[in-house]
């Protein structure tokens, strides 16, 4: 991928090495931090080179009465005023352009406005949302259905308590792994950043499952809004996926019926309070008409935030014999596997390229009960 802004633009901070000796400087890095546990091959999935992101997330800089899209720079100490973004997938780049053209062309989109947000997929559909330091008024509205028509693509504006949806606030997704799978994105809600990438993530994970000889039912914790959840529920008995966004589990709940994914039950829990509701040391309302004593766990996926597992997290997926573990800190990793390898051995290793260009490293580990 060649950009104008490498160098510049704070968003891709390994701009000086082409996309191979990247990966392989984030595949040495995450083979030096496993060493202690694990050194056999790691699989590694990479990117295409640009086109890759479904999200984008720019500053508007109002100078000399026009608008332009700018980020932080490489130094964090100003802005770089952008151009062009090749990362973004191939239907935000059909918008990129016109619109900010339509937003300097009408006084009324463009005024104090403060930031846009891009989201789209592999489907093609585009949600774009416009932030501004007003309230959003009628006339405001008009000028939005008007650049929500022109652009083809659904408009939703933000101010300070205030949300307008032009038409709708999400956007229809399907991901191929072995069969097509359904999901409605919402704006503000947490999604993959790179949909190739996502879907290696989850045949990864599913070809995992697929391998393991007595699969009962399945636990995850983090589980979004059902992203490796439902595609791997099919193959299980029965489900438990945890999340404490409500957002989430509402979003969750929306894909499982698009999938007819009935064996899955998602619930509002943080994974501290799973592990106090399956150990028995605290009844939630939560779980009403749901009765954990008919689950039998034989395989657990994570996927945790930056921090890794907390104590008692630990502890729940240790108590499972066949753990997947999706991280997005290989330090964190580390640590936890301290933990996870006193009770469980690693059987594979892969690394996602979710990020091309930048040091950030996704990764995912199996392991199986000694």
């Not at 016109?98 to 005024?111: A, G, M, R, V, Y």
């Not at 229809?172 to 359904?182: H, Q, V």
């Not at 959840?229 to 409500?246: D, G, R, Y």
Request: hydrophobic letters at 35%; glycine letters at 4%; charged letters at 30%.
């Amino acid at each position: 991928m060649n950009c104008i802004h490498f160098g510049k633009c704070g968003a891709c901070d390994l701009y000086q090495l082409t996309y191979i000796d990247a990966l392989s400087l984030k595949e040495k890095r995450l083979k030096e931090l496993l060493e202690p546990f694990y050194k056999d091959k790691i699989e590694i999935f990479s990117s295409p080179k640009s086109n890759h992101r479904a999200r984008g997330e720019f500053r508007v800089w109002h100078k000399d009465k026009k608008a332009f899209y700018a980020l932080t720079n490489l130094t964090k100490d100003g802005i770089e005023i952008i151009k062009e973004c090749p990362k973004l997938l191939e239907p935000i780049q059909r918008v990129w352009t016109p619109l900010l053209e339509e937003i300097n062309k009408d006084k009324i989109l463009k005024e104090k406005l403060f930031s846009v947000e891009f989201l789209s997929g592999l489907s093609g559909e585009v949600l774009i949302t416009l932030i501004y330091h007003k309230r959003l008024d009628d006339s405001w509205k008009e000028a939005a259905k008007e650049l929500e028509e022109s652009l083809g693509s659904f408009i939703i504006g933000r101010a300070k308590k205030q949300k307008e949806i032009i038409s709708r606030d999400y956007i229809n997704e399907k991901i191929e792994i072995d069969r097509e799978y359904f999901y409605r994105y919402f704006e503000g809600g947490f999604t993959q950043p790179n949909p190739y990438i996502n879907q290696k993530m989850i045949k990864w994970a599913k070809d995992i499952v697929k391998e393991i000889k007595e699969k009962d039912d399945f636990l995850e914790l983090y589980c979004g809004l059902g992203n490796f959840t439902i595609p791997l529920s099919f193959e299980f008995k029965k489900v438990l996926a945890t999340e404490v966004s409500k957002t989430s589990i509402k979003n969750a709940k929306i894909n499982k019926e698009l999938n007819g994914a009935f064996n899955i039950e998602f619930v509002r829990l943080n994974a501290a309070e799973t592990y106090e509701a399956l150990n028995r040391k605290r009844e939630f309302n939560r779980l009403k008409g749901i009765n954990l004593e008919e689950f039998n766990f034989s395989t657990i996926l994570v996927d945790p935030p930056r921090a890794g597992l907390d104590s008692s997290s630990l502890e729940l997926v240790k108590q499972i014999d066949n753990i997947i573990y999706i991280s997005c800190n290989p330090l964190s990793l580390k640590e936890d596997l301290k933990e996870l390898t006193k009770t469980h051995k690693i059987k594979r290793v892969a690394m996602f390229d979710q990020f091309p260009y930048t040091h950030h490293i996704e990764s995912g580990v199996y392991l199986e009960r000694i």
